[in-house]
């Protein structure tokens, strides 16, 4: 059997926020990217699977229509209590599951690449050791405070440098290997 992976495709602020504070990422809904083409496309034609947190699950849920055409997992301890909207039911599941139980679960239905989005998912599979690389795109803004995409992690984590591309509208773009 395939073990299942984990891949991350985020964008940051200049000075490493992924979000507002109060979790706003219109900042980045808003930004003009010149029409350029960031490897979005190509990066989920390889994913099964998204797993995302109750966070960031908050900030897309209201944008119609809805836009993933992959099975999003949420991660939270609240939503899986609930009730998935009636529009997002088959395309959305709330779970209440640790990461590792989460990549076991995928890998035994066959899954092969998921891709972990929202910062405190991402920290937590990343100390898990669950993600394989990362694709960073810092935006050129600064936000002065917000939700960090890293943070506390028990041990250093070493990544190998694959690629860094940069783009007109000013974004740069770095993928990452993490060593395990």
Known sequence: MIMTTGHVFIATSLDGFIARDNGDIHWLLQLDSKGEDHGYDE???????????????????????WFYHRPVIVLSKTLAQETIPD?????????????????????SEGHHR???????????????????????????????SGRPLFGEIP??????????????????????EIQQ
């Open 114 to 144: 998921a891709y972990i989005d929202g910062g405190k998912v991402i920290q937590s599979f990343i100390s898990d050791g669950l993600i394989n690389d990362l694709i960073i795109t810092r935006i050129p803004i600064l936000l002065g």
């Open 155 to 176: 041990n250093d984590i070493h990544l190998r440098h694959i690629q860094t591309t940069t783009f007109a509208s000013g974004f740069v773009q770095s993928h990452y």
């Open 43 to 65: 990066f989920m034609a390889n994913i099964d699977v998204i797993i995302m947190g109750r966070g960031t699950y908050e900030s897309i849920k209201h944008i119609q229509p």
């Open 87 to 107: 529009e997002l039911i088959g395309k959305v599941y709330f779970l209440d599951l640790s990461p590792k139980e989460i990549m076991n679960k995928l890998e």
